[in-house]
């Protein structure tokens, strides 16, 4: 018989205890990956790009959402990743909802996908976006200003530096792109790493971003979205959710050409 436990509830602390909820230290110690944890989190980071755009290139119209959603259940299980979120839209939807639970509503022109993947415990997330034939002027519009505020964001992510000063970028990247008010119409990301979102970054936020530190910002502006996963590094982030065959914009910013991606014209 094991001996009984001398722990008492006064004594028990952790990541969701109640009593003693440890969780704010413990983010401090997860925020800064390992070497090792880098290099599996910068792996896991190509596989869930390419299972997701794999999946997004065999869409075709009169698709539903739900069987995108389970063609991206079987590509991730199969390699052994969890896709702990999995949102898709189309069309309509895709304006209405910025954070949507696919539906049976079938495909005409656009859809944007979604997905928080999980393996080992660390958790990468991205979008992508694709449409049936050319995109019309106004989504080009609006794609070439969402992928701009992403770079802003993303450029800003480094060592040191306060996260609600960073999102302030972004929001003014928002209104010189003429969509001042988007960002207050869903949340724009913050820290990822063992969970979807440590928290989400808001103005005045004035904790720093750590060294080796994973992000995923994820501006939207009605109709469209940009988010992948990034590393904080003092010269220059780590874009791990990146694939060379995905249509990109190229953006200029902060002396250097950044690379996003577009919405992928099937």
């Known amino acids: 018989r094991p ?3 001398t722990l008492s509830p006064s ?25 090792e944890e880098v290099e599996r989190y910068y792996i896991l980071g190509r596989e869930c790009a390419e299972s997701l755009e794999k999946v997004l290139r065999g869409v075709e119209e009169g698709i539903s959402e739900r069987e995108v ?12 990743i969890y896709p702990i ?21 079938k495909l005409r022109k656009y859809l944007m996908a979604v997905v928080c993947g999980r393996r080992g ?14 995109l019309d002027e106004e989504m080009k519009k609006k794609h070439s200003a969402v992928v701009y505020v992403d770079t802003v964001l993303i450029a800003s992510t480094l060592p040191g530096e306060e996260m609600g000063k960073i999102l302030d970028k972004g929001i003014k990247a928002y209104k010189e792109k003429g969509y001042g008010e988007e960002w207050r119409k869903h949340h724009q990301g913050g820290p990822i790493g063992y969970l979807t979102r440590e928290f989400k970054v808001i103005p005045g936020e004035t904790r720093k971003v750590n060294f080796r530190q994973p992000f995923a910002w994820n501006p939207s502006i009605e109709g469209t979205k940009s988010e992948d996963t990034i ?14 065959s995905w249509p990109k914009i190229k953006v200029e910013y902060a002396g250097r050409v950044w690379e996003r991606p577009d919405i992928l014209c099937l």
């Open 3 to 5: 001996p009984r436990s």
């Open 231 to 244: 590393i904080s590094y003092p010269e220059s982030p780590l874009i791990i959710t990146y694939t060379p």
């Open 11 to 35: 004594s028990a602390a952790s990541d969701v205890y109640k009593r003693q909820n440890l969780d704010s230290d413990l983010y401090t110690l997860r925020s800064a990956l390992t070497p």
């Open 121 to 134: 415990g660390l958790i990468v997330a991205l979008t992508r976006l694709v449409s049936l034939g050319e």
């Open 85 to 105: 979120v999995n949102l898709v839209a189309c069309d309509e939807r895709i304006k209405k909802f910025r954070h949507p639970i696919p539906t049976d509503k």
């Open 69 to 80: 959603a389970g063609r991206i259940n079987e590509v991730f299980l199969s390699r052994g």
